[in-house]
């Protein structure tokens, strides 16, 4: 009975989520619904004890990431620098790789810190120009922006400062960087096995006689691109490469200006403890802000002039959506906290933990709580939060470093948590003018080998003792 009650919470966020309703306000109604059949006298204990207090230490670690995040990437945008590098790319790799071009661009943006939902916005109206001209169904445009979004640069590459690549350095102790040789790997599987199904998808539909469609039938089209004065695409560049270089170098720095942990004893009247600040497992959302700063800065420094003339209104949008993210996936972890402190939560890590492979078994775990929760980050959140301990101790059992560890949880997390529910979907149908009946098979293709890469990467672990 424990166990169906747990079963039924998730199910029920999964309902919700796919019906297009907020988590933030039914990610609690789920999980104290939970305890009221388990234990009706534990709702406000774990209300105030455990699911706010879990979701706002998420808030206090995270939200500046989301914040900055979202800033950086509507600064890049009103900027004209994506449109820049749009623009390059295509000329870089001709409009006859119109996917290609998408994808690498996509990726691009990702990479520079910029966020998922605003590479959406952002590059789409290209993407539906290109393809346009270059005869490619319109359909295919969502896997094609999936694929450099929402997979190898999300969580595989090292560095990337997305919050999937971010979660799991508090639990493990790890940076940004952790498995360089695995990550690459990793993503170069996703980016070459994704683009031989997309390039199989568009040879197939032009053997079939199918172009783009008809632009007047077909909704949320955008007007023609007929180019602009844009800034030069190494001006445009610069920024992301800064967030990239800034990321890496304070990843190093940052441990080694203030040690393991640093206390300071607060100018106020009265208060003599000193407070105590765990430099380790803060050093790399650390590295992360300071890097979008510098992005942010140098934004500015190179493209005064239209950047103030959006500013106020553009990082109004930014913070609200930064806001919106955070608070899902805040109310999500909190939602974790409660179903794993039930004892239908001992069912289910049971069954997963009966897998022997530490690796396989974490893996497994993260990405089917990902997939339940149609969200990367708050799956992850959940088995983390849940799981983390054992998922070391196992580790440590077994050899196996915890940056290891680190890019097999992130890597997972991209894996099955693209299912239809997913916020990031439903953004990407949306956006696109295309529906899940219409486009969302070749999305969850992407899914499929996104999954898949996770358990490669583990394989040549195994058999090279790579990190």
């Known amino acids: 009975m424990s166990f169906l009650i747990v079963l039924a919470a998730l199910s029920f966020l999964m309902f919700v989520a796919y019906r297009g309703y907020s988590v933030i306000l039914f990610a609690p109604i789920a999980a104290l619904g939970a305890v009221l059949l388990t234990d009706p006298s534990l709702v406000a204990p774990m209300f105030t004890g455990l699911f706010m207090e879990k979701m706002v230490g998420f808030l206090k670690l995270y939200f500046p ?23 390059a790319v295509i000329r870089l790799f001709g409009a006859q790789r119109a ?21 959406v916005f952002a590059v789409y109206p290209f993407a539906a120009e290109l393809f346009r001209q270059s005869d490619i169904p319109k359909r295919l445009i969502p896997a094609t922006l999936a694929l450099g979004g929402f997979t ?54 032009l053997a079939a006689g199918e172009g783009y469609g008809d632009p007047a039938a077909l909704i949320n089209e955008p007007a023609p691109f007929a180019g602009s004065k844009l800034a030069s695409a190494w001006i445009a560049i610069l920024p992301l490469l800064l967030v990239t270089v800034c990321n890496k170098l304070f990843t190093v ?33 650390w590295a992360v802000q300071g890097a979008l700063l510098v992005g942010i800065v140098s934004v500015l420094v190179l493209a005064w002039k239209p950047v103030s003339r959006s ?16 608070m899902n996936t805040a109310s999500e972890y909190g939602f974790g906290a409660v179903i794993a402190a039930l004892p239908g939560f001992l069912v289910v890590a049971n069954a997963l933990s009966s897998i022997p492979d530490p690796l396989v078994n974490q893996a497994i775990t993260v990405t089917s709580l990902a997939g339940i929760t149609g969200s990367a980050s708050g799956g992850m959140s959940i088995a983390l939060a849940a799981m983390s301990e054992t998922f070391i101790a196992n580790g440590q059992a077994a050899g196996i470093p915890m940056e290891v560890l680190h ?20 953004t ?23 999954t898949l890469a996770v358990f490669v990467i583990i394989g040549i672990f195994y058999a090279t003792g790579w990190v």
């Open 65 to 87: 990431v989301f914040l900055l995040g979202a800033v950086f990437g509507k600064l890049i945008e009103i900027s004209g620098f994506s449109k820049s590098i749009v623009a």
């Open 253 to 285: 720095l940052i441990p080694r200006y203030y040690g393991d942990s640093h206390e300071f004893v607060p100018a106020v009247m009265g208060s003599a403890a000193p407070v105590v600040q765990e430099v380790s497992k803060v050093a790399a959302i």
């Open 311 to 326: 500013f106020a209104e553009g990082t109004k949008s930014a913070i609200g959506g930064s806001l919106l993210a955070a």
């Open 152 to 205: 190898f640069t999300m969580d595989a590459l090292p560095g990337t400062p997305q919050i999937q690549n971010i979660i799991p350095t508090a639990f493990f102790g790890t940076d940004t960087w952790a498995a360089p040789v695995l990550g690459t790997l990793g993503g170069v599987f996703i980016l070459v096995v994704g683009m031989s199904y997309l390039e199989w998808r568009r040879r197939k539909a």
């Open 407 to 426: 890019r097999v949880a992130a890597m997972a997390s991209g894996g099955m948590d693209s299912l239809p529910h997913n916020g990031a979907v439903i």
């Open 428 to 450: 990407l149908l949306a956006v696109t003018g295309l529906t899940h009946r219409q486009s969302y098979k070749d999305i969850f293709a992407i899914t499929v080998i996104k």
């Open 99 to 119: 996917m290609l071009s998408i994808a690498v661009v996509s990726g691009l943006l990702t990479y520079g810190g910029v966020s998922l939902f605003v590479v």
